[in-house]
Each structure stands twice: as structure tokens, then as C-alpha cells.
């Protein structure tokens, strides 16, 4: 965070254990969406066309991932409720879900027990708190660069272990990271430098 005197930044890093399952069941389901999102690695694709219906799949899918992404910029116009078998990693809508439930009911434990494993190497590799650094850089960087002080901001970044290094924005105010490209602080700084610029 920036001197109070001034503007003010917020990053927010994590691997988190809903978007992991998220993403788990998007993979299993042969959901393209967002079709520039990598795979996870690790987690076998199902083929396309196992489901009746799969457009009412991935819009229902789309709909929850946007609420998992960035839950306060969308809300649901009607209650949640958790889905059994996910460790309340999971919540959807009470109407209009019945079909995303019904397939991702079988691979509960599967994705519960993936997100968790991701998250943990996550925690012993980068959630350290050292975070603070990595993006300080990368702002001081883009100070110098334009002349003046970054704008205040928020961003979210996830980061996952995806099969193809990079960055790519997944909601309005976050982003997926590779964890070896996080992990890569030269690499890191270069690839992070853009998203800095959008917003700051």
C-alpha cells in the first residue's frame, strides 16, 4: 500500500480453493470458457458432447464462475445454496442451476481433494507474504515510466497451475498467473508490467 498521503494500491494474491474447483469442474466438463484460459495441469479433460445439453451447461457454468471470480460484482438474484460433496467450496443459485449440478455432483471429491493439493504447494512455494514485493517493483517501475504516481487500484491475481505460462484477465479487477511464472521474479516483473499499466 502507497503513503496515506497519497494514492493508495491493493493486491490480493492467492491460489484460491473455490476458483481451483471452479476451474477443475471446467476442465472435467469439456467447458471451453474462458477460451483463453490454459488447462490446469494434472486434471484430465473429459471429452465434449458427454452431456445432453451442453450450452445450458456452460452458460450456467459461466454464470458461476463469474460469481466465484469476483463474487460482489455478481450477485445472485436469488440465494445460494452449497452444494453437497464440496466442502463449501461450492455455491449455486437455488434456481436455474439443476443441470450444472447435476453434472458436477460426481466429482466432488476429486476436485475438492485437487484445489486443495494446489493450494498447499501454493502456500509452501509463494504465500510467504513476500507478495507485497513482487508487485511494489513492478508499480515503481511504471511510476518511472510514465511520471507520476501510480492511480489507486485493486487487483486480484490468482495463481494457478496452469499448463502455459502467463497472465490473462479472468474479471474486472483480476487476473490468473502461472505459479512457475510467479514464481520466476524476472519473468514476473516483465509479465506483470502491462496488467500495472491498465489500471494504475
Do not use: K
Not at 76 to 100: C, H, I, R, W
Not at 178 to 200: E, Y
Request: aromatic residues 8%.
Amino acid at each position: 500500500m502507497a503513503a496515506a498521503a497519497g494514492p493508495e494500491w491493493v493486491v490480493r494474491e492467492d491460489a484460491g480453493l473455490p476458483v481451483l474447483v471452479a476451474l477443475y469442474l471446467r476442465q472435467v466438463l469439456a467447458i471451453r470458457f474462458p477460451e483463453e484460459l490454459p488447462h490446469l495441469r494434472g486434471v484430465p479433460p473429459t471429452t465434449a458432447g458427454e452431456y445432453d445439453d451442453s450450452a445450458t451447461l456452460e452458460r450456467q457454468w459461466r454464470a458461476y464462475w463469474d460469481m466465484t471470480v469476483e463474487p460482489q460484482a455478481n450477485p445472485s438474484p436469488v440465494p445460494l445454496e452449497l452444494v453437497d460433496g464440496f466442502d463449501m467450496l461450492v455455491a449455486l443459485p437455488v434456481e436455474g442451476f439443476a443441470e450444472l449440478q447435476a453434472a458436477i455432483a460426481p466429482h466432488g471429491a476429486d476436485a475438492v481433494a485437487f484445489a486443495r493439493a494446489a493450494h498447499a504447494r501454493y502456500r509452501a512455494g509463494l504465500g510467504t507474504g513476500a507478495s507485497y514485493r513482487a508487485y511494489a517493483s513492478a508499480i515503481a517501475e511504471h511510476e518511472r515510466a510514465v511520471g507520476r504516481r501510480a492511480h489507486s487500484f485493486e487487483l486480484n491475481v490468482q495463481v494457478l497451475p496452469l499448463t502455459q505460462r502467463g497472465v490473462w484477465w479472468i474479471g474486472a479487477l483480476t487476473v490468473a498467473v502461472t505459479d512457475g511464472l510467479r514464481g520466476d521474479i524476472a519473468a514476473f516483473d516483465t509479465a506483470i508490467g502491462p496488467v500495472i499499466a491498465d489500471i494504475a
